[in-house]
T-cell receptor, first 114, second 111 residues
Framework: DAGITQSPRHKVTETGTPVTLRCHQT?????MYWYRQDPGHGLRLIHY???????DKGEVSDGYSVSRSKTEDFLLTLESATSSQTSVYFC?????????????FGPGTRLTVL | GQQVMQIPQYQHVQEGEDFTTYCNSS?????IQWYKQRPGGHPVFLIQ?????EVKKQKRLTFQFGEAKKNSSLHITATQTTDVGTYFC???????????FGSGTQLTVLP
């Protein structure tokens, strides 16, 4: 599973509270991604990183920020959590496969915003 | 931007029946990838198709990539309870190895 861990695995928080989710990888991959997964919407890209301190917005970036100060860590922050951000969050890395890059996912973080 | 549509959203089958999910992209794709997510789990890469008209098999699973490289399908023959999960297709988008995922097909296999 490309050595990807996410923490915390579960979190319940209140509206207006800041929340930071961590993704950690052990294989020195350059590209990392944060997705959210909601019923009927599949996996939607929030932010991605193409190197240390190099990040960019994805499809659903409003209300989220990210940071990558080290290759192995990619942090996702909800500055002021809202109920619409209740979701399952997956981190992923891109890894060279047989033909092109494919993505490997972490175990996910289930976030509930009350 | 690029859109990847997948149908059906849900499918219930009796064990032993066949199952097919279809994926359509709004743009031509250089390759298409398929992932499976078991209930409570994370998406796991299954296979990648790169050639127009390509067909690949993994045991009871058959993957096809359309001639125009804008559509794909996954067919499971004689489903088993181990096939339960959500199947996603995904196409490359952007310059940082991003993928655009379809909304997925959730397969339930009734014993």
């Amino acid at each position: 599973d490309a050595g990807i861990t996410q923490s915390p695995r579960h979190k319940v928080t209140e509206t207006g509270t800041p929340v930071t989710l961590r993704c950690h990888q052990t294989e020195n991959h350059r590209y990392m991604y944060w997705y959210r997964q909601d019923p009927g919407h599949g996996l939607r890209l929030i932010h991605y990183s193409y190197g240390v301190k190099d990040t960019d917005k994805g499809e659903v970036s409003d209300g989220y920020s990210v940071s990558r100060s080290k290759t192995e860590d990619f942090l996702l922050t909800l500055e002021s959590a809202t109920s619409s951000q209740t979701s399952v969050y997956f981190c992923a890395i891109a890894k060279r496969g047989e033909l092109t890059d494919t993505q490997y996912f972490g175990p996910g973080t289930r976030l509930t915003v009350l | 931007g690029q859109q990847v549509m997948q149908i059906p959203q849900y499918q219930h089958v009796q064990e032993g029946e066949d199952f097919t999910t279809y994926c359509n992209s709004s743009t031509t794709l250089s390759n298409i990838q398929w992932y499976k997510q078991r209930p409570g789990g994370h998406p796991v890469f299954l296979i990648q198709l790169v050639k127009s008209g390509e067909v690949k098999k993994q045991k009871r699973l058959t993957f096809q990539f359309g001639e125009a490289k804008k559509n794909s399908s996954l067919h499971i023959t004689a489903t088993q309870t181990t096939d339960v999960g959500t199947y996603f297709c995904a196409g490359p988008s952007g310059s940082a190895r991003q993928l655009t995922f379809g909304s997925g097909t959730q397969l339930t296999v009734l014993p």
